[in-house]
């Protein structure tokens, strides 16, 4: 969906990585989210009944399209179909209160890797191991942080045996040294 189109649905991503954005006048990019096999793409939309970003695929992308009166009508009949719905758009607010915090940047990056690998290792793959199909400035974007400061922390984490990196791959080395890292960013 683009901004601005008509909200009629919500989209669980199936296969691959989607990306919320928005595009400002002057064509800068704001990342607002990442989203990943299992999760729910457009519930942003339903207040305004409009969708309020862009989702871009990142890689090759496969989602189911879920109407929404349909939706909410199961929601309606089946309580753990609401508590779910409750539950996601609950952690999607949670999530940008999160970001919106003030942390150093070796934070943001600690807390945005384990973040990443729960949420893998949650769709039971490993949360070691991690291809991030987003760019350096994807994530820049996303923690409000320079492409730059991105590499140079990536680096730092690298060299200290925190994290293997080779590319878009990552290996987490030392899980406890990032979450001592993140603890003021994790809850």
Known sequence: FRTGDRFGAIFAVRSGTVKT???????????????LPGEL??????????????????????????LFPALAT?????????????????????DASLRNQESSADERLAGFVLD??????ARGFSGQSLHLSMSRSDIANYLGLASETVSRV???????GLL????REVTITDAAALRDIAKNMLH
């Open 41 to 66: 793409v457009g519930l942003n939309a339903i207040h305004p009944e409009i969708y309020p970003c862009d989702a871009v695929a990142l890689d090759t992308v496969e989602v189911c399209r879920f």
């Open 164 to 167: 293997e990196v080779d590319g």
């Open 154 to 160: 990536l680096r730092r984490f690298q060299d200290g």
């Open 74 to 94: 199961l929601a309606m009949r089946i309580p753990q179909v609401q508590k779910e719905l409750f539950r996601r758009l609950s952690k999607d607010i949670g």
């Open 116 to 121: 990443l690998s729960a949420r893998y290792a």
């Open 21 to 35: 954005r928005l595009v400002d006048m002057e064509g800068r990019e704001l990342i607002l989210g990442f989203y």
